[in-house]
């Protein structure tokens, strides 16, 4: 069974770092990239950034140069390095696997339960 598992949210003041982890487990199967969105109270879900398996990545505008999103192969983990965080920052912060398609025939999309990112003024 497919888990992701995030970690390391909390509260932080404007302009401070916060860095959170996403561990997997259950996966047989080919990864096509690991990916964070984030889903503030009453907004959609977001990109926030994303790692594919070879290792490129993706970042929203509006974190470039603020936040970076890194992988452990071997401990099967993501992260993001969140610094110079904003007010606006505050969300849910989720993880998201997707499975390569090539290599699977069923479910491509598995998400963690989220971990709470709050930044005060």
């Known amino acids: 069974q497919v888990q992701l598992v995030e970690s390391g949210g909390g509260l932080v003041q404007t302009g401070g770092s916060l860095r959170l982890t996403c561990v997997t487990s259950?996966?047989?199967?080919?990864?096509?990239?690991l990916s964070w969105y984030r889903q503030a109270p009453g907004q959609q879900r977001e990109l926030v950034a994303s790692?594919?398996?070879?290792?490129?990545?993706e970042y929203a505008e509006f974190v470039k140069g603020r936040f970076t999103i890194s992988r452990d192969n071997v401990k099967n983990t993501v992260y993001l390095q969140m610094s110079g965080l904003k007010p606006e920052d505050t969300a849910v912060y989720y993880c998201?696997?997707?499975?390569?398609?090539?290599?699977?025939?069923?479910?491509?999309?598995?998400w963690g339960q989220g971990t709470q990112v709050t930044v005060s003024s």
């Open positions: 790692i594919r398996d070879d290792g490129t990545t």
């Open positions: 259950g996966i047989v199967s080919k990864i096509d990239s």
């Open positions: 998201r696997l997707r499975l390569d398609p090539m290599f699977n025939l069923g479910t491509l999309y598995y």
